[in-house]
């Protein structure tokens, strides 16, 4: 079995989407079997927080990561990119609470991996993906994500919203077992997609200390009369940004299963919850 981690180190810088502060973000080559993991470097002895769903404390509009005292906020974007570019050990230091949202996508993130390359890493007894043998349902009103066996990853996602400019959506999307393939399709096809939301709940999310980091320049904003700050991506770039979130979410399983991750006007709240079924399982 093989694993592998990034060849060479990665420094970004930005402002976090819901806490506004600015942080910086260093990722290292990381041991083999060692995983992805988060490191405080601000905070007092540099505390660890792994990138596993056990250390999920928050789901209100991205996922947030702690142990002890140290939290991460927003983890979802950079950890879809790792995945998505092959990457299965990685130590991510950051200085703040938050991760910089960039642009908006996991773009940057996977451009600066495919910069670096990847160092491949031998192991004898590695961590095999679990095997999902019968579907997995999760669900609350007309919402739901599901696992269903397959003999290749796929993701498949559907939205609805009342504005016309976004509508009803559906993409679907595979991840290729090769690390080449799977970080092309991945930096072509998903990572682009930026994040985006509605005109009218701004100002309530603002008041309640959400998406203080949040701009035009870092998110597709949506009104009734179609998009504040186009062009779009692609044309169906909402639904291919839940893809991502679904993806980094799953990563928190550490490998994610061969199946048919199927999910309709799902939220953070529910992927975590299929991770930990899956991990419940045993599967």
């Known amino acids: 079995m093989q694993q592998h981690t990034i060849a060479a180190s990665i420094t970004q810088t930005g402002v976090g989407l819901h806490s506004g502060v600015s942080t910086q973000v260093r990722i290292l080559p990381a041991e083999v079997g060692s995983g992805r993991y988060f490191v405080r470097v601000d905070l007092l002895n540099s505390p660890i927080i792994p990138a596993q769903v056990a250390a999920v404390s928050q789901t209100v509009l991205s996922t947030q990561l702690g142990k002890g005292e140290a939290s991460i906020r927003t983890v979802e974007h950079l950890l879809a990119a790792l995945v998505g570019m092959g990457v299965d050990n990685a130590r991510i230091e950051i200085d ?57 990853t796929r993701f498949t996602y559907g939205i609805d919203f009342d504005l ?19 970080s092309a399709s991945f930096a072509s096809e998903i990572a682009p997609a930026r994040t985006f939301g ?46 991502l979130d679904l993806v980094g979410d799953l990563s928190l399983v550490g490998n994610i299963p061969s199946a048919h991750f199927l999910a309709y006007k799902a939220s953070h709240n529910l992927h975590i919850q299929l991770a930990q079924r899956i991990l419940d399982l045993g599967l």
Request: proline share 9%; charged share 20%; net charge negative.
């Open 96 to 152: 703040g609470p938050e991760l910089p949202l960039l642009d908006g996508s996991a773009r940057v993130w996977a451009e600066s991996i495919a910069e670096v390359g990847w160092r491949s890493q031998r192991v004898n007894d590695g961590e095999l993906s679990p095997v999902i043998k019968e579907p997995i349902w999760i669900y609350e009103g007309d919402t739901f994500v599901a696992a269903i066996p397959a003999p290749e």
């Open 198 to 243: 509605l005109l009218h709940q701004i100002e309530h999310l603002q008041k309640t200390g959400l998406i203080k980091g949040g701009s035009l320049e870092n998110a597709l904003v949506c009104g009734p009369d179609g998009w504040l700050n186009p062009p779009l991506r692609f044309a169906n770039e909402p639904v291919r940004h839940k893809i």
């Open 164 to 182: 016309s400019a976004i509508g009803n959506q559906w993409h679907s999307w595979s991840l290729p077992a090769d690390v080449e393939k799977a």
